[in-house]
């Protein structure tokens, strides 16, 4: 979301550290795990951005 509306990534971002943060405040993940996997989903994120985007035309 933070890809398609970036005047409001921020927002995005709050909400993702803060649902991380809550899982590991309820010790249903170590710290280690909500890294984890924001590093994935940021990697698979932007590997599927730059494949599905269309190429911008330079003039």
Known sequence: ????F???RWVFYALAAGCGLTRVMA???FLSDTVVAACVAWG???ALDSRL???VAVT
């Open 1 to 4: 979301l933070a890809r398609l």
């Open 6 to 8: 970036p005047r409001a």
């Open 27 to 29: 010790t249903a993940h």
């Open 44 to 46: 698979v994120v932007a």
């Open 53 to 55: 985007r269309p190429p």
